[in-house]
């Protein structure tokens, strides 16, 4: 549901647009010549940079469309939760990969199914299932 605020001009116009495109520009180079020429340090500011337009990008999105449903955010939840695990069991436990991608499985797909397959949790009000 797209909002009508002015506010959210500067997410439609031709300037946004164009700051956009250059920044993905930018960090394309930056990649390019952080691979091309070994440095860590360019290489560690262009994943900076991707990190910060990702977020960015995934603003836009959610803003224009609308697209936070509670579904949306029981999903967007153990996802996040399953990529925590998989750090966090990769890097501090002794556990098998075959145990970690289990866990993360689990957590990330069959979690989220459950609780919208035989759960009210992702309902709108008025919803009749």
Avoid: Q, W
């Avoid at 031709?14 to 394309?28: D, E, H, K, N, R």
């Avoid at 609308?66 to 966090?88: D, H, Q």
């Avoid at 501090?92 to 866990?103: D, G, I, Q, R």
């Amino acid at each position: 549901m797209p909002s009508d605020d002015a506010s959210m001009e500067y997410l439609n116009g031709p300037i946004a647009t164009t700051a956009l495109a250059a920044a993905f520009v930018l960090v394309g180079v930056g990649l390019l010549v952080g691979l091309t020429s070994g440095s860590m340090d360019v290489l560690g500011a262009t994943m900076i940079g991707i990190i910060v337009l990702t977020v960015a990008g995934i603003y836009i999105t959610i803003r224009r469309e609308g697209i936070v449903t509670r579904e949306n955010r029981i999903i967007g939840g153990c996802v996040l939760l399953a990529m925590v695990l998989l750090f966090a069991l990769y890097e501090l436990t002794a556990l098998s990969s075959e145990v970690v991608f289990a866990v993360v499985g689990f957590v990330g797909v069959i979690v989220p199914h459950l609780l919208l397959e035989y759960t009210s949790y992702a309902r709108e009000k008025g919803d009749p299932r």
